[in-house]
């Protein structure tokens, strides 16, 4: 069955060290999205992408980085990793146009920054 | 700009009572989709439903029902018969016309007791 998964599940690291956080998808779906969850807050959106080669900030952008080399994949970058970093991190997908299609997300990566 | 409003922070209910979790939105564009997400304790977001700004219809699916009414601008979701698997917490979110990116609410957290 096509899935999308997210590596790993969970993640503790050192405040500066640069994290990356996996997600893949086998839907072919062109649209990929990385959220965070956090308490009071709600899901944030991080950054996007349309299709391959394409990226695009989300509302709470600063200190991360996203590329986009083939259509499955879509891995999130911590630069710098920061204590205010600690979150739940979500990652989805869409196959088409817009709202016109649903957004079907991953199981999560707890990430903890110390 | 758009924002989704679940003013009910958390709910709690006795099992096989009816529960109704709010959804205000606002947007000023015509064309838009909203959508609810269910995210149990185990931490994942489950897709329930997605509605288009011009279909107003109410929908059933078992137990769970939703309510959209444009001249309120909400989105309502009732839970009939609760059972302790609803206990989770659920978002309501929006996109609006040709944009790719969900606002969500800050979820409303649902306990039913047995």
């Known amino acids: 069955d096509a899935e999308i998964t997210q590596s790993p599940r969970h993640k503790i690291t050192e405040t500066g060290r640069q994290v990356t956080l996996a997600c893949h998808q086998t839907?072919?779906?062109?649209?990929m999205f990385w959220y965070r969850q956090d308490l009071g807050h709600g899901l944030r959106l991080i950054h996007y992408?349309?299709?391959?080669?394409?990226?695009n900030k989300g509302e709470v952008s600063d200190g991360y980085s996203v590329s986009r080399s083939n259509t499955e994949d879509l891995p999130l970058t911590l630069e710098s990793a920061a204590s205010s970093q600690t979150s739940v991190y979500f990652c989805?997908?869409?196959?088409?146009?817009?709202?016109?299609?649903?957004?079907?997300f991953g199981p999560g990566t707890r990430l903890t920054v110390l | 700009a758009q924002k989704v409003t679940q003013a009910q922070t958390e709910i709690s209910v006795v099992e096989k009572e009816d529960v109704t979790l709010d959804c205000v939105y606002e947007t000023r564009d015509t064309t838009y989709y909203l959508f609810w997400y269910k995210q149990p304790p185990s931490g994942e977001l489950v897709f329930l439903i997605r509605r288009n700004s011009f279909d107003e219809q109410n929908e059933i699916s078992g137990r769970y029902s939703w309510n959209f009414q444009k001249s309120t601008s909400s989105f309502n979701f009732t839970i009939t018969a609760s059972q302790v698997v609803d206990s989770a917490v659920y978002f309501c979110?929006?996109?609006?016309?040709?944009?790719?990116?969900?606002?969500f609410g800050k979820g409303t957290l649902l306990t039913v007791n047995p």
């Open positions: 979110a929006l996109i609006r016309g040709s944009n790719y990116k969900l606002t």
């Open positions: 839907w072919n779906h062109n649209n």
């Open positions: 989805a997908s869409s196959k088409g146009l817009a709202g016109e299609d649903t957004q079907y």
């Open positions: 992408s349309y299709g391959v080669h394409d990226t």
